[in-house]
């Protein structure tokens, strides 16, 4: 019986989360059953079909004409019946999504063949997003004072559904391709004006049916037509720019390209605020999570237009520093651009003598102030990158399980590690006993840091985790180790700088690139933490940059290599 429960545990673990393929197969056999199911009940009641035409004749909710044409059609009275039957009505429903992931899916493969994990990842949470958006919405459309009918609003939000979808993998694929890159794939450049079509129509159509709506729910409409038109717009103009109407200058597309993103983003996100601002002002909503969520969600879009504006501020400012502080280069040069892969042809030089284009330089430099090839630091406006603020004092507790079983049943060995970043004065203030042990500890694994550089910082974080992590960080400053006093001024200027052995102990650190040295420190005990791990390695690591420097010669003249 045990075995069977873990075997069952097992099975359900395992079990992947239903996909778009599976959701459509069930659909499909759902729909196929409804269907057989219908055909069944209009084969054994004859009748039916009169009785439906009969109730047909008699409904005044529509034009007496209408109703005499309508009726004379077979499938318009089983669409009626259908409507009228709950169960076949949530699958008629249901049949309907489905038909529109198939679509999204076949459109999908058709356009952008097989998305990566990034863009499936993104496209996942987006959705995720509008559904759930949606729903509270319509919780609040259906309890509110102007009840409507579900159901319209069903095949309405599907539709929007799909359109989002598509909206969000066009701008997924543009934000990997350059927009220098030539035209873009002709089934990519279909997809976008097939898109704008779509959105088009239904915003053309809500405009147009303005008088057949309440006007609240129409501004609900207009408002989802109108974000869809403008996000099809965009994806459209992005490949019409790509395309080489406008120009075939590099720099010229890529300012286009730039400006475009920043107006379409910013457009769409004002749109989705408006739409907020109008459903909590205008709607008279009290106070409940409902409304608490339609705050959160105008709290993101006025995010997303802020930072949008702060991203394009910080871009500019990089751009003008580019602008004035390194030269063009001369000659057009046929070499590529390290960032983006694209032929040199007009280009800026950094001062080690890298050249880069305009743009590649600004996205590069918001990043990470270093040239791309050879990583030397370069100039970058001061308000850019403003250096970082030291860490608080960052507090370790670590609970230890040995394995031990409880009655009958057997728990594994682990250990939990918990972490916290209260201030230092709500925690006791380690004595200079315990700084100068820590200190001690810190300066075995960074001998090049000065002790009075520790010590403060142990002062101001309280913790050697914190310090050290500091140091790795480069928040803390590097300095030189004090000679001794007995090496005259020639052994001095043949030992080799400090600065560059710890420069290389930071980066070996940073980037895992372990000597031979390290080797001997990977052997660890099972309950060796993750701390103590990495001090034996940094102190293996200090141990070999050290022999293999001027002043471990005496140690590998007596055979010492680790």
Partial sequence: MERRTNALVTFL???????????????????????????????????????????????????????????????????????????????????????????????????????????????????????????????????????????????????????????????????????????????????????????????????????????????????????????????????????????????????????????????????????????????????NLTTMYFFYNLRQAYLSITDALGRHKKHKLIFTHIQSSYPLLEEPSNELCIVCWEQLSRARRLPCEHPFHDWCLMWWLEQDPSCPTCRRPVSTPQPVHAPPAPRAAQMNAQLRFGGHGVGNIRIPAFSIEFSHNFPVLFARQPDESQLNNLAQQVRDMFPQIGLDQIMADLRMTGNAQATIENILEGRLAMVQMEVEEEEDEEEIDDTPRVDDIVTAQVENISHRVHTTSVSSAKDFDPGTTFFQRRRAEMIAQQRGLYIRSARGSDLLARGITD
């Fill in 13 to 287: 673990t395992r079990t992947p989360f239903p996909s778009v393929s599976t959701y459509i197969a069930l659909s499909a056999f759902l729909s196929s059953v409804a269907t057989a199911a219908l055909l069944h009940t209009f084969r054994n009641q004859p009748g039916l079909d009169d009785l439906i035409k009969d109730e047909l004749l008699n409904n005044t909710s529509l034009a007496p004409e209408l109703i005499q044409t309508l009726s004379e059609y077979s499938l318009f009275r089983v669409i009626y019946y259908v409507l009228s039957n709950q169960p076949l009505t949530w699958v008629l429903v249901n049949t309907y999504f489905a038909f529109l992931a198939l679509g999204a899916k076949l459109l999908i493969r058709w356009a952008f063949r097989d998305l990566s994990r990034q863009e499936e990842n993104s496209l996942r949470q987006s959705f995720l997003n509008f559904v759930l958006f949606h729903i509270v919405f319509l919780s609040f459309v259906m309890t509110s004072s102007y009840s409507q009918r579900l159901l319209p609003w069903l095949f309405w939000l599907g539709g929007m559904a799909f359109l989002s979808v598509l909206h969000d993998v066009v701008h997924q694929r543009f934000k990997f391709v350059s927009p220098s890159a030539g035209r873009f794939g002709g089934r990519l450049s279909w997809a976008c004006f097939i898109l704008f079509v779509f959105s088009s129509t239904i915003f053309v159509a809500i405009l147009r049916c303005k008088s057949m709506f309440d006007p609240i729910i129409w501004y609900f409409l207009l408002t989802d037509a109108l974000h869809t038109f403008v996000r099809a717009a965009h994806a459209l103009a992005r490949c019409v720019i790509a395309s080489g109407v406008v120009g075939s200058n590099p720099d010229k597309i890529r300012h286009l390209t730039y400006n475009l993103d920043l107006i379409g983003g910013i457009t769409a996100d004002g749109i989705l605020l408006l739409n907020y601002a109008r459903l909590i002002v205008y709607q008279h909503l009290s106070l």
